[in-house]
């Protein structure tokens, strides 16, 4: 079993910057795709940011497109979200999710396994 440990969420202030981390661990994970998802109160889960195994290939939403980075560790399992220019809609409980496919994918059914979660809060 693989297990995603994030870290790196916090409160911040509207404008203001936070990392994201997140590393696999437990059985060999393959190197796959890892993608970053958020949920707010009351709303679904959604895509905010993918990339392929080897962060040569990356996606974001559009709401996010700008303000946030993907990148990839040195080792291929960890992956990071740079956040930038934080605003109130950005606040969610944020997800690191991976998968055993190479591909980079914004599809959440496409996603083997997934973290607890991260709470980042941004006031106005």
């Known amino acids: 079993q693989v297990q995603l440990n994030e870290s790196g969420g916090g409160l911040v202030q509207a404008g203001d910057s936070l990392r994201l981390s997140c590393a696999a661990s437990g059985r060999a994970f393959d190197m796959g795709a890892m993608g970053w998802f958020r949920q707010a109160l009351g709303k679904e889960r959604e895509f905010v940011a993918a990339?392929?195994?080897?962060?040569?290939?990356?996606y974001y939403s559009d709401s996010v497109k700008g303000r946030f980075t993907i990148s990839r560790g040195s080792d291929k399992n960890t992956v990071y979200l740079e956040m930038h220019s934080l605003k109130p809609e950005d606040t969610a409980v944020y997800f690191c999710a991976a998968r055993n496919g190479m591909a980079a994918t914004t599809l959440r059914s496409l996603y083997d396994y997934w973290g607890q979660g991260t709470q980042v809060t941004v006031s106005s």
């Open positions: 990339s392929n195994w080897n962060g040569g290939t990356t």
